[in-house]
């Protein structure tokens, strides 16, 4: 007989709810005394801060406020992000031994193409993308992360169905560069939706059983459909107290002027590059970076890729990180090296 996990559909809620119940699930299953459980969520209209974010520093306030988002703070750590119903989100609450191994680069390989299946079979090719991502001939569909918690493992993804990207660029504090037309366009040419796709987004009841149904094969399990123990609702309204508080969200309070928006070009053989970076005096880190100038990249998402791996960066480890980043990637960039990019953002932060 297979091993019984739980299947939980907590359907759209606030980010404070969605939160304290990851925290009290968690607590569950790493105590023990609750079962490997997959959950499905969405969230209403939310700007989420990463647990040690500033949203004076990283969110337009303004528009959050004018368009009715909610402004919440993560219980992980990480970058600033956007979610609303057009996203739908899935979480696996294991214990640790449950997938065999502890090396979370092998565990997200064999969840993401667990998720892939379930995706592709909807009519579309998805694919696993090193290291955490989902995507459609080269289109990022989903994205995922997971972490240990002692003897529990909590690992997350969600599905882009009408997805809107450019109301998420507008909630978070960018460089200019970054909302221009031209950009969003660019941003919108690297993600795609299942909507789009397909032409309609399918029931969500079908997505959610087809995604079960790839968990439940691959893992050499079954579930059946629970609700939250009563440790777990106790656990739940006290993570609520205190998550849902103006206490919570303002936690971390940095001045705005304090993370200035810094740009540099730097030209090199074949033309110019431009960065354009928000950047954290006091903590000298890199918040987010855009990249723009008289340059060819292929992959062009690649790009987008880099602006993503520095993110958060320390300045003095940037030149390192590029050089991981391009390490064994086929990227095509004539007359551009990847020092050239450190080289901008250097000189962006040195700017400040």
Known sequence: MLPTWRLIDTGTRRAAENFALNRAILEARKRGMTPSTLRFLQFGPSALLGYHQSAEQELDLDYCRANGIEVQRRITGGGAIYMDESVLGWELYLGKSDLGTPDMAAISQRVCETAARGVSAFGVRASYRPRTDIEVDGRKIAGTGGAFDGAALLYQGTLLLDFDIERMLRCLRLPAEMLSPQAIEGARARVVNLGEL???????????RRIADEFAETLGVSFEPGELSPLEARLFREALAEIDSPEWVEMVRKPRGG?????????????TLRAAAAYDRAGGRIRQVCFSGDFFVNPPRAVADLEAALRD????????????FFQGRPIEMPGLAPADFAVAVTRAAQAA
């Open 259 to 271: 993370l200035p928006v810094v740009e540099a070009i730097h030209r090199f053989a074949g033309g």
């Open 198 to 208: 397909l032409g309609v987004v399918p029931p969500l009841e079908k997505i959610k």
């Open 313 to 324: 960066c320390a300045i003095e480890d940037v030149p390192a990180a590029v050089a991981r």
